[in-house]
């Protein structure tokens, strides 16, 4: 009888656990659709912005394994995809105005990191997205925004993001210039490693070029 009891107990607290799993699963499923959709928001905003965002992701991703850490990060790709999500705190007129922003339009600009990251710390699996988006625009230097973080102190994903966001700009036409070729790009980025990039994950990088998939429209 008592064996019996502790089987049945077993097998309740069994279900329970796989029930708890699947609500977990479906929670985090919600999250992401949920924040996904307001990534693309910016989308209609900025017609360059959704095949970059996968772009991003799918550098991004490659980089991350390319450099070991893929494993201890596995939300990053979503922190590569929502890099700009904070855009939906942004006017319209400053994200679509065709010529120079004021400096006043700059520090309206200049919140949309914090705004991202606003939008995603608080969910406990999406850490490392979190931090991506708020360190996305800080440079290896420490001239960057929004708090001028150098070195180590920018997370390693949000370090390795800013090469290949720097790279997928280089290499699309945008209205105001055309694509460099991916050779220019590269020769830019190592330029530039030290000083606006990690010069340990350009290195890391640059080997990868060659191997970058397509991603389709």
């Known amino acids: 009888m008592f064996a019996r009891d502790i089987g ?16 977990l699963a479906s929670l985090k499923t919600t999250y992401l659709e949920t924040i996904r959709s307001l990534a693309f928001v910016v989308e209609a905003k900025d017609a360059y912005t959704g095949q970059h965002l996968e772009r991003c992701r799918a550098y991004g991703v490659m980089l991350m394994e390319a450099l070991g850490v893929a494993a201890d990060h ?40 914090v705004i991202g990251y606003q939008m995603l710390e608080n969910i406990p699996f999406m850490t490392t997205a979190a931090e991506i988006v708020r360190c996305h625009h800080e440079m290896f230097d420490g001239s960057g925004y929004p708090e001028g973080l150098r070195a180590d102190e920018i997370p ?62």
């Open 74 to 113: 596995p939300d990053a790709e979503y922190g590569f995809l929502l890099h700009d999500a904070g855009k939906v705190g942004v006017p319209e007129r400053i994200l679509s105005k065709p010529g120079p922003l004021t400096a006043a339009e700059w520090r309206v600009m200049r919140t949309h990191p």
């Open 156 to 217: 390693l994903p949000a370090r390795a993001f800013s090469v290949v966001d720097a790279f997928d700009a280089m290499t699309t036409d945008r209205p105001y210039r055309r694509a460099m070729p991916a050779e220019q790009a590269a020769a830019e980025l190592a330029r530039m490693a030290g000083s606006q990039f990690d010069p340990d994950v350009v290195e890391v990088f640059l080997p990868l070029i060659e191997r970058l998939p397509v991603v389709s429209p």
């Open 8 to 23: 049945v107990l077993y097998r309740d607290q069994k279900e329970r656990a796989e029930q708890l799993e699947e609500a």
